[in-house]
T-cell receptor
Framework: KQEVTQIPAALSVPEGENLVLNCSFT??????LQWFRQDPGKGLTSLLL?????REQTSGRLNASLDKSSGRSTLYIAASQPGDSATYLC???????????FGKGTHLIIQP | EAGVVQSPRYKIIEKKQPVAFWCNPI?????LYWYRQNLGQGPELLIR????????DSQLPKDRFSAERLKGVDSTLKIQPAELGDSAVYLC????????????FGPGTRLTVT
């Protein structure tokens, strides 16, 4: 059974800092990994999807990397802004089905 | 392109009452998912549809939960009777097989059972 762990559970940093969020998964036989953002009381917004054949994916100030062999992914946020405050979730497809298994998320606060 | 639509956004009911949630996926998305998210946790898959067929309902508590996706478009998730432990956010997501694996989520329905 796939298990996804996210570290840290919470993070508070001053505006302007670069930061890294970590995600690990137990079953490396995945074909993609997706990073989401969730604002309080809202649904999930897809940020980046990395295919298993890719090592990284970039969108604006966000960069996600994937190392299947070690079961790890990182989300790098450059020059953080207060608007980046949210919960960040990573998810991988469940076994042979393609529903997603999620981590518990990292609750990020960017201090102005 | 309109996103995934869910209603109602909020629902408060007493235990043992029935409740239903509705989802309209992104137009043309053949795969539809229902997830449940408890406070402080990531979403957990309840059921996945490919068109009108439920292809993965192994995590759906079938004694009280049911779902349908008539005509392969809109979907309804029902709980009858609701229990206190069903309080959670119910999220609907959809995906187009032709456009890759990325899932798009709706805003969710926050259910409170008292």
């Amino acid at each position: 059974k796939q298990e996804v762990t996210q570290i840290p559970a919470a993070l508070s940093v001053p505006e302007g800092e670069n930061l890294v969020l970590n995600c690990s998964f137990t079953d490396s036989a995945i074909y993609n990994l997706q990073w989401f953002r969730q604002d309080p009381g809202k649904g999930l917004t897809s940020l980046l999807l990395i295919q298993s054949s890719q090592r990284e994916q970039t969108s604006g100030r966000l960069n996600a990397s994937l190392d299947k062999s070690s079961g790890r992914s990182t989300l790098y946020i450059a020059a953080s802004q207060p608007g980046d405050s949210a919960t960040y979730l990573c998810a991988v497809p469940r076994g042979g089905a393609d529903g997603l298994t999620f981590g518990k998320g990292t609750h990020l606060i960017i201090q102005p | 392109e309109a996103g995934v639509v869910q209603s109602p956004r909020y629902k408060i009911i007493e235990k043992k009452q029935p409740v239903a949630f509705w989802c309209n996926p992104i137009s043309g998305h053949n795969t539809l998912y229902w997830y449940r998210q408890n406070l402080g946790q990531g979403p957990e898959l309840l059921i996945r549809y490919e068109n009108e067929e439920a292809v993965d309902d192994s995590q759906l508590p079938k004694d009280r939960f049911s779902a349908e996706r008539l005509k392969g478009v809109d979907s309804t998730l029902k709980i009858q009777p609701a229990e206190l432990g069903d309080s959670a956010v119910y999220l609907c997501a959809s995906r187009s097989r032709e456009r890759g694996y990325e899932q798009y989520f709706g805003p969710g329905t926050r259910l409170t059972v008292t």
